[in-house]
């Protein structure tokens, strides 16, 4: 009986009263691979990578200009900031508008959980204007292709490139490293291992997975080279004008600058690596996405998140099993996620996330787009700013991390505010039974159907126990 | 003309931050130099301790600890006192801008708050049968004026809503929580171990264990506002402030004293705000249904029948209490638990109507509740 609360509200993103319910559930939730946009409209009215770094060299040459005096280099600051800002807002409201309309409630949702596994963080300046692209580009595109093609979009995307300082790392024994060296023996040029470090912890192997910090500094130094046009300084902006390969004409794309490039073969985890140039590093990707330390890692962090919060070690073999045979296949991953018997024993294992709570809530009280509402600041007083988790590990997804009493009193306010301005246009002792089929108990609907006015109902709806676990 | 947006925003920033128990203003406009506002107590407010029958030999006996003593109350008259709390609203009484309705109820004979509201509200004899309120009804029979009809608050509530044109403005404040709310939230929780722990552990933060007040509230404020804004020549003519927290299962005592300081501190800025023009308005304070007449296992009273209504403003013919009261010996009880209602409220309400706006009181009662076959507009209510 509950199979319907779990696909709509587990695997799905929330019941909306004006869709029908899935006679067949799980064949619901498969059929949805086959009708999922990776461009709906709200995202193609979304600034590309591309456009928002024209702008910044654009905006850049014009603060640069010599006649520009120091008020007219600070206002140029602010304005580039500001647009920044608006660009962040205005994509998590995109992102808002497809989790209430998708026609494909569960690809929506991995989105979701790709982007916060491949998570930056938009407090970093320089990033927050490609948050949004980088969910539309490097995400969206890839949730249901191969495991490696989306790893490979990532770390070649300017949000993850500039959130973890990739664009300007250079090889100390590099062309570059080496004429700087000649003019300034006494100037060191940086290697950054982050996004290196980042990638074996993070993105595949996982922590603790048998490689070793020499294995970061060697996939740090294959990295090199890897690059983003138009958006380097210093250093890196003056590459360009001596580096004929580099292509500065196309701002914000990946690029390859061979002159940062760190000469010689790598080895990593017992691999030797000797391909040259940018195939240096991406053969070491390759290996990585397809490495069963990967499989598990993914595996679990997937059970993790439909299922429980400790995984069934069961799902999780299967699932790595599954992402190895196949060579990191998602759809098949996902397949034998909606499979698993463990993912429908039992509704209401997993405390919703803000972002799970605020979309489900709004997705249940019928709102088809986010006009009037302002989605970041409403994350942000639910503790999960979105694209904003302040590292590169993304948030939590156990209930420790969101099952705070203050948490609690936040979502109370909100849905507060939620159902006022509602007001009696919905009853919540029909609409209840619809958001919850056979999971909502009679206390609940006792207590909805006794509340002193309609907004109180729907608010007391909103925040019920059932409504705040899918 | 209709008032230009800008000074409605910033109007409304200055006043009304937070709001008491959550009430908002809903504004309509006509062209008279009459106003009209009803207050709507949402939650089924407790008439018995109100407007207290205190010579009633049984009342003392039913309310046991709630019994209010007459002697902290405000006497009205050989029957009725006030509750203390009502301050101000005394003063208006004793100034005879003030009257009492007793044993009053709208139609409905059930017990849910959602249905009974409907029913208040849109006039209709049961819930959900019409899909307008009757003040709305009430604005399309006032002389054609700017029909530039403003709500302040997120929603238009159900009384006036319909084809007469009154659009809403959301104010600026977030509203907290309020008490009533967080109330019913930790009873839903009790069950479920995890959020009840948390729960508990908020609301001790939060204070809400010890009896402290809570001054978050602007009563004053918002009275003052919708008071100024009404006074103006070219303003609206008819407001709704919605308010809640009158839910007493439990607590009575304190809850239902704090909820009536509250009122009297927004009916008294309501006066002051409007200045002169106080002369001119009406206000209606009413609620769904009342409360058992007997006081329950936990402090309060739970939901009932027949209760009171208030009538204040500059023309009210007021300093007494209109009732036909039928008594609360255990025979008199409607249902054997309820104050027995002997006055229906939309006579009451087709009676203030036609008055206030001097309207033929048949034509009022037919148009705001066509429902009603047989329906007498109480008179006297004002002075013309």
Redesign the interface.
Known sequence: MSDQAIALNRFGLGVRPDEAPPAAPKAWLLDQLDRYEARPAAWAAQPTSRALALGFVEGRADRQRKEADAATKIAARRKLRMQARETYVSAVNARADSALTTPAPIVERLVHFWSNHFAISADKLVAMPFAGSFEAEAIRPNVLGRFSDMLIAVEQHPAMQLFLDQVASIGPNSRLASMAAGRNPNRKFGLNENLAREIMELHTLGVRSGYSQADVTQLAQAMTGWSISGLGSGPVARVAAIDVDSAEADPGAFVFRPALHEPGPRQIIGVVYDQPGEGQARAVLLDLATSPATARHVATKLARHFVADEPPPALVTRLAAAFLKTGGDLPTLYRTLIDAPEAWAAPGTK?KTPWDWLISSLRGLGRRDVAGLQVLPMTNQLGQPVWRPGSPAGWDDV?ASW????A??RR??MA??LA??????I?A?TLGPRLLPAVLTS??LG?I??????S??L??LL???EF?RR | MPLPRRQLLSLFAAGAGAMFVAPEIVFARAATDRRFVFIIQRGAADGLDTVIPYADPAYAGLRGALAIDPADATRLDGMFALHPALVETAKLYQGGQMLCVHAVASPYRERSHFDAQNVLETGGTAPYALRDGWLNRLVSLLPRGEDNAIAFAPTVPMALRGPAEVSSYAPSALPQATDDLLLRVGQLYQADRQLHALWSAAMETRGLASDKGDSRQDAAGLGRTAGSFLARPDGARIAMIETGGWDTHSGQNGRLAYGLKQLDILIASLRDGLGPVWDQTTVLVATEFGRTAAVNGTGGTDHGTGSAAMLLGGRVNGGRVVADWPGLAPGALYDGRDLRPTMNINALVAGVAAQTFALDPGKVAATLFSSEHVLRPIEGLLWI
């Open positions: 405390f209930a099952a705070a009493p203050d609690l009193v109370v306010e507060q505010r006022n301005s509602v007001g009696d246009r009853d002792r206390a609940t207590a159907s006794r509340a002193d006015s309609a109180t109902g608010a007391l925040v019920s126990p705040q």
